[in-house]
């Protein structure tokens, strides 16, 4: 039964060696050259794909992440605001207040290392919330409305998260999969209500249409400047002191610390007195609130109406921005407005040479070699591989 | 026919050396045989290196430097498949199975065999394994279905169906009932029968007489020597394991009117299998000396300070009382360290495992010091200022080296992140202080300032308990030493009075009345009397 084989004496050729820690700017260095690694690539594809220059494709991603076109030749402010409106730069800067919030919202979750993937479930029951009662109780005076509107909303959210964490503490069930599939019951929630609203009617369309109410706008009188009046800019601000406030939270707060130590060590956490239960539900509770209070900005000042694909997947991009920022809020607000950036860049690509056969599906490829590059270099920055040569030298 | 064999060499480790990091040498220069056809015991206390030994036979670690030779070759062991190939297996004490898989599933996973996978085929061979040697598994039992016991039959069975030769078992009886033990040791005799070489890790002395040919031993890395068992006793092989008392130079005041702190009656609890491993604890604690507790690993030691800490369940009528300085008496079973703080008892705790409890790994001095007072202040805020203090303080009277009082404790070396754990317990000036291998990873130094500074408190009137491994330092640090053995306090000794010896025996063997040699016996009586 024996089968001796002949074992070579000889040392693997080389070894993985996790780092102790490394310069913050050579970890930089490595970040910055892994984003130039992955626009070559993406050149490189495009070239053989469509025939497109590298100058070229370069000038097209960036005119569709950040273009102001017509916003420095207007005359006047008040032009110049309207053309900002249309440009491609404010199309990138609303999708990033929208992914961000809810990279904000799975911070203290995912410090906590509860994996909530339900982020989209979240956002979507709370607009759901937000919109029953916009379009039950729309009689209510303006202010009042959106104030309940908001409350519900937070408690949907609430909810929500607070479900898997529930059962992750009595019955320790896996809360990455039991927050994805709340993701599909809000779904079908959201898509109960919108044909139960819709009637015979063929789309649901904006609910209040004519009387506003529950509208973000519906606050401002006619009075006020444009600019003002922008619901996207008032979203954007709102967004920022969220981003602020957790930021601030998670770092100065007793409940920011417990956080901390509950995502370190249960054991740890026990031994220092801190309810893990207690602390999960709270977390949870928060991280589903903020995305509720996503839900209900866009029904109030976006959408101003509901489907089961109003999140549009940010809620799952959110994770990866969340874990790019290593869960710091401000980091975040640099990599929502990046990961919008390319999709939108790698988009202008598909709408200006779909002609020459490049999709929307090829856009998709852009951005999944950037993905790819930015996280795949992680690795080289927690380990370092060394080969049989500099693993002696290593040893002496 | 295994007499004939006992002296042909099966594998022989030449002048091996593997270290962990710069200061844990664990394995150093060890030269030994192991010949073919015997059951070699391998013993050594806590932390000899044994188990790293044997993994770098089963192809788990790689030698930094010596030679490993089996049948006669050399050989270069880089994976557990390079040591299936050479024929050995090794049965971890986790094992390593699927649990949602067959018996059969687990013994054929990972294995690159020619042709049409066909489990029917390895069940059957499967079976004829486990007639051949008298194992009661499966094939298609599923591995949730086991036992413990059956499980680690399952893990020999997987080594034999790859071909093993040579068998290494890790400390194969501590998850074993003692029955299940006797089992496990015809089976091991079975196979030796069958002129396999079987190797067991184990510090039990009663095991290592009852099965084992020979015996090796290894003392802090060092290869010590390998005895015939015929000729061992249970006293010469204490004296290899411990080897001779060496004179510490480690200072002990005499304890300054000692006054009752802590009670323990009757103290039980169960793991998470449902094993008992504390039965019927009593002793007491006084303020004002160090109250040493000595065990082999395993022996309950952890279970029994988290028990004192509020971090274990207990079982019913199990008593701990905290008498505090003023007079008060106040029982802490079934409280949370929260609670227990809450109720003004000053109960410090240097737990084992320091980054996974007593220490958050991913901050910094500072808040670590936060750690147990971050509730401080009416705020929603933490008052991290008092804390910064603290940290600027433990750091400068403890030497502490780290780049800054922000820098993660992980990445600080072990005996920095001990000093920063311990200046922030001792710090919270208790009435109690528990410490669980206060000095195990440092250096000699480091240790001494431990020493030190657990004698300062000594002095202050604290009741300090210390569990430690290295017998030297706790019988010169202690003032008494309580024995556990297997759960079961083998012995209170005063520690100015015993001998190494002695406290070893203990170690491994519980005194007559309670032996568990005892129970069959008892049980034949009942027999007898129905």
Same mark, same amino acid.
Request: net charge positive.
């Given at each position: 039964m024996s089968k001796t084989k002949e074992v070579k004496a000889k040392e693997p050729l080389f070894h993985i060696v996790a780092r102790d820690v490394m310069h913050p700017g050579a970890s930089f260095g490595i970040r910055v050259a892994a984003f130039v690694v992955a626009l070559l690539l993406s050149a490189l594809f495009v070239w053989v794909t469509v025939k497109v220059d590298l100058i070229t494709f370069l000038k097209t991603m960036f005119r569709g992440a950040f273009g102001m076109d017509k916003v420095f030749e207007a005359e006047g402010f008040e032009n110049a605001w309207t053309a900002l409106l249309s440009s491609y730069m404010w199309a990138t800067l609303k999708a990033a207040a929208k992914l961000l919030i809810i990279a904000v919202a799975l911070g203290p979750a995912f410090k906590m290392r509860f994996w909530n993937v339900g982020a989209e479930g979240q956002v979507i029951i709370g607009a759901m919330a937000a919109a029953f009662v916009m379009y039950h109780y729309s009689t209510m005076p303006g202010p009042l409305l959106l104030l309940v509107m908001l409350v519900v909303s937070i408690l949907a959210g609430g909810i929500w998260g607070l479900i898997p964490a529930f059962f992750k503490t009595k019955l320790n069930t896996n809360e990455t999969l039991f927050t994805l599939m709340m993701n599909y019951i809000a779904m079908k929630i959201?898509? %109960?209500?919108?044909?139960?609203?819709?009637?015979?009617?063929?789309?649901?369309?904006?609910? +209040?249409?004519?009387?506003?109410?529950?509208?973000?706008?519906?606050?401002?009188?006619?009075?006020?400047?444009?600019? *003002?009046?922008?619901?996207?800019?008032? !979203?954007?601000?709102?967004?920022?002191? *969220?981003?602020?406030?957790?930021?601030? %939270?998670?770092?100065?707060?007793? &409940?920011? %610390?417990?956080?901390?130590?509950?995502?370190?060590?249960?054991?740890? /956490?026990? %031994?220092?007195? #801190?309810?893990?239960? $207690?602390?999960?539900?709270?977390?949870?509770?928060?991280?589903?609130?903020?995305?509720?209070?996503?839900?209900?900005?866009?029904?109030? @000042? &976006?959408?101003?109406?509901?489907? @089961? /694909?109003?999140a549009g997947g940010f809620g799952f991009t959110a994770i990866i921005v969340a874990w790019l920022s290593k869960f710091n809020s401000f980091?975040?607000?640099?990599?929502?407005?990046? #990961?919008?950036?390319?999709?939108?860049?790698?988009?202008?690509?598909?709408?200006t040479y779909s002609d020459r056969g490049f999709s929307p599906s090829a856009a998709d490829v852009i951005v999944a070699i950037m993905l790819l590059m930015v996280i795949g270099c992680e690795f080289f920055i927690k380990y370092r591989v060394m080969f049989k040569h500099s693993a002696k030298e290593a040893k002496a | 026919m295994a007499e004939q064999n006992t002296q042909i060499t099966a594998i022989r480790i030449q002048n091996v050396t593997k270290s962990f990091g710069t200061k844990v040498v664990a394995n150093k220069d060890v030269t030994m045989d192991i010949y073919r056809g015997e059951i070699l015991s391998l013993l050594g206390e806590n932390g000899s290196g044994k188990t790293t030994l044997m993994n770098m036979l089963a192809g788990i670690y790689f030698p930094d430097s010596g030679?490993? *030779?089996?049948?006669?070759?050399?050989?270069?062991?880089?994976?557990?498949?390079?040591?299936?190939?050479?024929?050995?297996?090794? #049965?971890?004490?986790? *094992? $390593?199975?699927?649990?949602? !898989?067959?018996? /059969?599933? +687990?013994?054929?996973?990972?294995?690159?065999?020619?042709g049409k996978f066909n489990l029917a085929a390895a069940g059957k061979r499967i079976k004829e394994i486990c007639d051949a040697y008298g194992f009661d598994i499966h094939p298609e039992q599923k591995v949730y279905d086991m036992t413990v016991s059956q499980k680690q039959t399952l893990e020999i069975v997987k080594a034999l169906y790859r071909g093993a030769e040579i068998l290494i078992l890790d400390e194969p009886t501590a998850v074993l009932t003692p029955q299940e033990a006797d089992k496990l040791f015809s089976v091991l005799r079975n196979m030796k029968a069958a002129g396999k070489t079987v190797i067991i890790i184990t510090h039990k002395l009663q095991e290592v007489l009852a099965i084992s040919d020979r015996v090796a031993i290894l003392r802090k890395g060092e290869f010590v020597g390998a005895v015939p068992t015929s000729e061992a006793t249970e006293l010469s092989l204490t004296e290899m394991m411990v080897g001779k008392k060496v004179e510490l130079n480690i200072e002990r005041p005499d304890p300054v009117d000692p006054t009752l702190r802590l009670q323990v009656r009757n103290l039980s609890c169960h793991n998470h299998e449902g094993l008992p491993v504390l039965q019927n604890v009593n002793f007491d604690i006084y303020g004002g000396e160090i109250f040493g507790i000595a065990g082999i690993s395993g022996c309950g030691q952890k279970e029994l300070l988290e028990a004192i800490a509020g971090l274990q369940r207990v079982d019913e009528n199990s008593?701990?009382?905290?008498?505090?300085?003023?007079?008060?008496?106040?029982?802490?079973?079934? $409280?949370?360290?929260?609670? #227990? $703080?809450?109720?003004?008892?000053?109960?410090?705790?240097?737990?084992?495992?320091?980054?996974?409890?007593?220490?958050?790994?991913?901050?910094?001095?500072?808040?670590?010091?936060?750690?147990k007072d971050y509730r401080r202040g009416h705020t929603p805020l933490t008052e991290t200022k008092p804390s910064k203090e603290l940290a600027e303080e433990v750091r400068e009277e403890l030497e502490v080296v780290t780049p800054s009082l922000n820098t993660p404790v992980r990445r600080l070396s072990g005996g920095n992140v001990q000093k920063v754990l311990v200046g922030r317990e001792i710090a919270a000036a208790p009435a109690v202080l528990l410490t669980a291998y206060a000095v195990r990873g440092l250096d000699i130094n480091t240790s001494y300032t431990i020493y030190h500074l657990l004698n300062e408190q000594k002095k202050k009137g604290v009741a300090v308990v210390y569990v430690g491994e290295d017998l030297d330092v706790l019988l010169a640090l202690s003032?008494?030493?309580?024995?556990?053995?297997?759960?079961?306090?083998?012995?209170?000794?005063?520690?100015?009075?015993?001998?190494?010896?002695?406290?070893?025996?203990?170690?491994?063997?519980?005194p007559e009345e309670v032996h568990t040699d005892a129970k069959p016996e008892e049980a034949a009586k009942e027999d007898g009397q129905q």
């Open positions: 959201a898509d %109960y209500f919108y044909n139960l609203w819709r009637g015979a009617k063929s789309a649901l369309g904006m609910i +209040n249409q004519t009387s506003r109410a529950g509208w973000l706008r519906s606050l401002w009188s006619g009075k006020d400047a444009a600019w *003002f009046r922008n619901e996207d800019l008032w !979203f954007m601000i709102i967004v920022l002191v *969220f981003t602020v406030l957790m930021f601030f %939270y998670l770092k100065s707060t007793k &409940q920011g %610390y417990e956080i901390a130590v509950v995502g370190e060590s249960h054991n740890t /956490a026990r %031994y220092a007195g #801190i309810s893990v239960t $207690k602390v999960m539900l709270r977390t949870m509770a928060i991280s589903g609130a903020i995305c509720g209070i996503c839900g209900f900005l866009l029904v109030s @000042s &976006q959408s101003h109406t509901i489907n @089961s /694909a109003m980091t975040m607000i640099g990599t929502s407005v990046l #990961i919008v950036a390319l999709q939108n860049g790698s988009m202008l690509m598909a709408n | 030679e490993i *030779f089996v049948n006669g070759k050399p050989v270069s062991i880089r994976s557990p498949y390079d040591a299936h190939a050479l024929g050995i297996g090794m #049965i971890h004490q986790h *094992f $390593k199975l699927v649990d949602v !898989f067959t018996a /059969a599933e +687990n013994v054929v996973l990972g294995l690159k065999e020619e008593e701990i009382i905290y008498d505090a300085p003023d007079g008060k008496r106040e029982s802490l079973i079934g $409280k949370s360290p929260k609670k #227990i $703080k809450e109720m003004g008892v000053s109960l410090s705790f240097v737990p084992e495992d320091r980054l996974g409890m007593g220490l958050v790994g991913s901050m910094g001095m500072v808040g670590n010091m936060l750690l003032d008494k030493i309580l024995v556990l053995c297997g759960g079961k306090v083998s012995g209170l000794v005063d520690a100015r009075t015993t001998t190494k010896e002695e406290i070893g025996y203990l170690m491994t063997n519980l």
